[in-house]
């Protein structure tokens, strides 16, 4: 379910929200981005062009850094059946000192 605690109340939110998803872009981003002692609001977005191609990942980092929490959207291509092979990782032998 989307967070827009605003989206009903104040115009400008609601106006923006409708733009973006008239135009087929959908909120990988749904829970509030930036926390204080008195309020929860949703300020950073990201905005993808709805696609049934790709697979999202999005989330919330959690740190103290800033006002702001991290976000970030990972996306994949989807493979079809007959595509899908299994997954090789490669990596370097780790070098041994004594």
Do not use: W
Request: proline share 5%; aromatic share 12%.
């Amino acid at each position: 379910m989307f967070y827009f605690a605003k989206i009903n109340t104040h115009k400008n939110t609601s106006d923006l929200f409708d733009i973006f998803y008239s135009r087929n872009f959908i909120p990988t981003i749904t829970k509030p981005t930036r926390i204080t002692h008195s309020s929860a609001t949703l300020i950073d977005n990201i905005y993808v062009k709805g696609n049934t191609n790709f697979k999202m990942i999005s989330g919330i980092l959690t740190c103290n850094i800033s006002h702001h929490l991290p976000i970030f959207t990972f996306t994949t291509r989807k493979r079809k059946h007959e595509d899908r092979a299994p997954l090789q990782f490669k990596c370097r032998k780790p070098i041994l000192t004594i």
